[in-house]
């Protein structure tokens, strides 16, 4: 009996920290923009639903697939797309912070370099890419 | 000439103009004007305000000045005015030009800053984990180290940020601005912003001091203003040109004028 309501009670707290956690999650979309951004830039404002439903399935699936220990067989390359992918995602989410946080256009109108905000960026992506092939092949052995 | 009995002068000003420090502003280069051909001609050559060093690299012109200004050379105008009631002028000692070794430097700033910054960032989340349990989920295999995960990933992590910021150096996917160039441009609205109101309480401040001095600056034609307009041999014109580097803010933020007046001071 006492097991049953420990399971209830662990079943309350689990929900309720499911449910801090996705509203976190959300909220923090949602303060960077991406979807509107991602709407723009596939000119389907109208659709932005469909895209909160791909985050919503995203996470729970792969909420599940973690703690099920779902498994498939597929090639290494196929780990190339989904790694392809998670990493544009990231980026956007590290494009979107930096963006929120105002860096570029006060730098660029401290020091007079205005009209080469675009290397500025160049330089923090290519920064970016360099930084994690380096930590992926050299630094993590 | 009778048409020039009550003549209609309509002024919209600009929002920014840059001036080379001891030249005297004209009126054709703060505003557009609409009025009789030959009152326009006359009325873009009316010296506004000498730009000197005492006005430290920015000065505020609001309406009431203009006004005056043209009443005084035509006491019958009546002055009709569109959009931001003020211009700020900027003194610049030349048009800058940028720094390559500033430049060269702030680039390896970021470059090694951001590349920093995410392995810190991969750290905290234990990226490293996540990703071996991902490539283990997805081909059934254990590895130590998932390159066939981590090397896209980390190209994925730059088009990730080129999408997002909309370029891919000086190519654009569409005519659509980027967040960078909106957070720029507003940006620029909220020093304009800060700029124009505190101009007004210095001016508010200096009362009727600061009037006489605008005054006082206006270099003495006489009354008549289109006799000191063509007796000057106007030496600024040359420089005068090419000292707008922000032609492209200036005719954005035209077009956002109507939504800017809602919260201009």
């Known amino acids: 009996m006492s097991g049953w309501i420990g399971n209830g009670f662990a079943a309350v707290v689990g929900l309720a920290g499911g449910i801090a956690v996705g509203g976190g999650m959300v909220a923090f979309l949602v303060v960077l923009d991406i979807l509107p951004r991602l709407a723009q830039l596939t000119r389907a404002f109208h659709r932005v639903h469909f895209m909160e439903g791909a985050i919503v399935a995203g996470v729970i699936v792969c909420t599940f697939a973690d703690f099920f220990d779902w498994r498939v067989h597929l090639a290494p390359a196929a780990a190339g797309v989904v790694g392809l992918f998670a990493g544009c995602f990231v980026g956007m989410l590290a494009g979107a912070l930096t963006e929120v946080l105002n860096v570029l256009p006060i730098m660029a109108k401290r020091i007079g370099l205005g009209g080469f905000v675009v290397w500025l960026l160049m330089a923090m992506v290519l920064g970016k890419v360099a930084g994690s092939l380096f930590e992926w092949i050299v630094f993590r052995i | ?165 909309n370029q891919l150096f000086k190519k654009r996917f569409n005519e659509e601005p980027s967040p960078l160039e909106v957070e720029m441009f507003s940006y620029q609205e909220s020093l304009n912003h800060y700029i124009i109101t505190e101009e007004y309480q210095k001016m508010h401040r200096d009362g009727m001091e600061a009037h006489s001095n605008r005054m006082a600056a206006l270099p003495d034609g006489g009354p008549s203003p289109s006799a000191a307009a063509s007796s000057e041999p106007n030496p600024d014109s040359a420089e005068s040109e090419p000292v707008q580097p922000e032609g492209r803010t200036v005719e954005r933020s035209g077009l956002r004028s109507g939504q800017g007046d809602g919260d201009r001071p």
């Open chain 2, 1 to 165: 000439m009778d048409r020039m009995l009550t003549p209609i002068v309509y002024v919209r000003l600009r929002k920014r103009v840059s001036a080379a420090p001891g030249e005297t502003v004209k009126l054709g280069r703060i505003a557009q004007l609409l009025a009789e051909p030959e009152l326009e001609r006359t009325l873009s050559e009316l010296p506004i305000i000498r730009a000197d060093e005492n006005h430290g690299n920015i000065a505020l012109v609001d309406m009431m000045h203009i006004v005056r200004t043209i009443r005084t050379a035509f006491p019958k105008a009546q002055v009709e005015h569109f959009g931001e009631p003020h211009v700020l002028i900027e003194i610049a000692k030349k048009a800058k030009k940028p720094n390559r070794i500033a430049l060269g430097v702030v680039w390896l700033l970021l470059f090694i800053g951001s590349g920093l910054a995410i392995m810190n960032f991969h750290e905290d989340v234990s990226m490293m984990e996540v990703h071996q349990r991902l490539y283990e989920m997805i081909t059934g295999r254990y590895a130590e180290h998932p390159y066939w995960l981590q090397i896209p990933y980390s190209f994925g992590l730059g088009a990730g940020m080129v999408l997002f910021f």
